[in-house]
C-alpha cells in the first residue's frame, strides 16, 4: 500500500515556519550575546595590553636615559685618560730626545780667554816745590 502524500495545511507551514524563526532568533541572539561579550572582554585585555605596553616602554626609557648617562661619564673619562696618555707621551718623547742629543765633546768646548792685565809703572814722584824766597 503505497502512503498517499499530504499536502501541508497554510497552518501547519506557519506553524513550522514560526518554530524555525524562533530557534534562529534565538541562535541569533545567542551569537549577538556572544559576540558583544567577547569585544568587550577583548577590549579589556586590549586595554590592558596596553597600559603593560606603556609601562614597559617608560621602564625602557628609563633604563635608556641611565645607560645615556653612563656612557657621557665614560666618555668623559676615556677623554681625560687620552689627553693624559699624550701628555705622557710628550714627555717621554721630549725627555729621550734631550738624552739622545750629542754631547758636547771636551775638544768643542773652548775655555774663555785668559786676559792677563800688566800694571803701569807708577810716575816718577815729583820734585819738591822751591821754597819761596824770604
Keep these: ?3 498517499q502524500m499530504t499536502t501541508p495545511a497554510k497552518d501547519e507551514i506557519d506553524a513550522k515556519l514560526d518554530a524555525s524563526e524562533a530557534r534562529v532568533d534565538a541562535r541569533l541572539a545567542n551569537f549577538d550575546v556572544s559576540v558583544k561579550t567577547g569585544f ?3 577590549r579589556t585585555a586590549f586595554a ?3 597600559a603593560d605596553m606603556a609601562r614597559q616602554i617608560g ?3 628609563a633604563e635608556m636615559e641611565k645607560m645615556r648617562a653612563d656612557m657621557h661619564k665614560d666618555m668623559k673619562k ?3 685618560w687620552v689627553i693624559g696618555f699624550g701628555l705622557a707621551n710628550i714627555g717621554a718623547i721630549f725627555a729621550v730626545s734631550r738624552m739622545a742629543e750629542k754631547p758636547t765633546s771636551q775638544a768643542d768646548v773652548r775655555p774663555p780667554p785668559i786676559i ?3 800694571p803701569q809703572p ?3 814722584p815729583a820734585a819738591p816745590a822751591p821754597a819761596p824766597a824770604k
Design 122 to 124: 807708577a810716575a816718577p
Design 40 to 42: 568587550a572582554e577583548l
Design 1 to 3: 500500500m503505497a502512503e
Design 116 to 118: 792677563i792685565t800688566i
Design 59 to 61: 621602564e625602557l626609557r
Design 48 to 50: 590592558e595590553l596596553c
Design 78 to 80: 676615556t677623554v681625560k
